[in-house]
């Protein structure tokens, strides 16, 4: 089903593949664009990294109510692919993992409409999930998204520090991981120190996974990575490795030049190489590491099972386009 990584899926195949029919299912009843775009989404998914970690996650506790637990996969991996479709739109991106976007397949009215409808189902299941502080899990995550992409769409033109880009991406994709870890345990009645361990793992996953993008973004091959490289930088939205290109930069205009928008094609390359050849794509790389170091350790302090291998697993699989 998913290639050389299937290990860390195989505990949770079958609420996977019911989780698959019901995204298919989520545009049933509304406008046909509705259906068309969530075939289009859903029809292909992507990884479902997310809605593995939460039925995983759900694993280490007594009560393992797999509908309740499925309404939660289901309201975290739509907020994820609402988000997805509002950011295509705010990047005027064409490609998401080699397919067109909704906006370029539409129009970006139509992005902003099936993004919203998609943020709307995702509140209806989380709004009949027994425990109202797995229903805040939700909002707070909607909330934290909100805020990492405002503040990455009014940041001032020039470089943040690199603690103002871990808080970024902590809002954007970490506060999505964490909320897919902690929330299921909770729903799971899991003991109180365990549900503090899946959230921090949760978290150090997710900076793990974002550095690991970044990196890709300026150091991957294109068919792999299912996105245009150097997108971030053509937007002029800094990241971890054009940070620490920057620090070891003699060029005191680089940072300047890295956050300019409207760059050319030949300005873009010849970042690209600047960046690639200033070791902080290398150091970006350990970074990421780091971070997966710290997923693995809070993994430590969970009951030995099936399922924590799994998690491990899939912390070595987000950082291992990286090693």
């Known amino acids: 089903m998913r290639g050389a990584e299937r290990s860390f899926y195989a505990p949770v195949e079958a609420q996977l593949g019911e989780l698959q029919r019901r ?29 593995t970690l939460v039925f995983l996650s759900a694993r280490f506790g007594p009560a393992n109510d797999r509908e309740v637990v499925l309404n939660l996969a289901q ?14 739109i705010v990047d005027d991106a064409a490609l998401r993992r080699n397919v067109p976007t909704v906006n370029a397949t539409w129009d970006d009215d139509v992005a902003l409409i099936v993004g919203d409808y998609l943020f709307a189902k995702a509140y209806s299941l989380a709004a009949v999930l027994p425990k109202p502080e797995v229903i805040a899990i939700v909002a ?8 990492g992409e405002l503040n990455e769409v009014k940041a001032t033109r020039a470089l943040p520090s690199e603690a103002k880009y871990m808080e970024r991406i902590e809002l954007k994709t970490a506060s999505l991981y964490a909320a897919c870890c902690q929330g299921a345990a909770l729903l799971a009645d899991a003991e109180p120190e365990h549900v503090a361990a899946l959230g921090a793992y949760g978290t150090s996953l997710g900076l793990a996974f974002q550095i690991t993008d970044d990196v890709l973004d300026v150091a991957g091959d294109e068919a792999d990575f299912g996105k245009i490289v150097g997108r971030d930088l053509a937007l002029g939205v800094p990241t971890l490795p054009m940070i620490y290109a920057v620090e070891t930069a003699g060029d005191p205009t680089l940072g300047a030049r890295i956050v300019a928008p409207d760059k050319s094609a030949a300005e873009v390359r010849e970042l690209l190489r600047i960046i690639r050849d200033s070791g902080g794509v290398e150091r970006a790389r350990a970074r990421a590491l780091s971070f997966h170091d710290a997923a693995a350790a809070a993994l430590d302090s ?13 912390a070595d699989f987000v950082v291992r386009r990286v090693r």
């Open 140 to 147: 707070q995550t909607v909330f934290a998204l909100c805020d």
């Open 23 to 51: 995204l298919l299912d989520v545009g049933t009843g509304g406008h046909p664009t509705f259906a068309a775009a969530v075939h289009h989404l859903f029809g292909s998914p992507g990884k479902l990294l997310r809605p």
């Open 302 to 314: 969970l009951p030995d099972r099936p399922e924590r291998e799994a998690l491990r697993d899939i």
């Open 75 to 88: 309201s975290l991996e739509l907020v994820h692919t609402a988000s997805l479709v509002h950011d295509d």
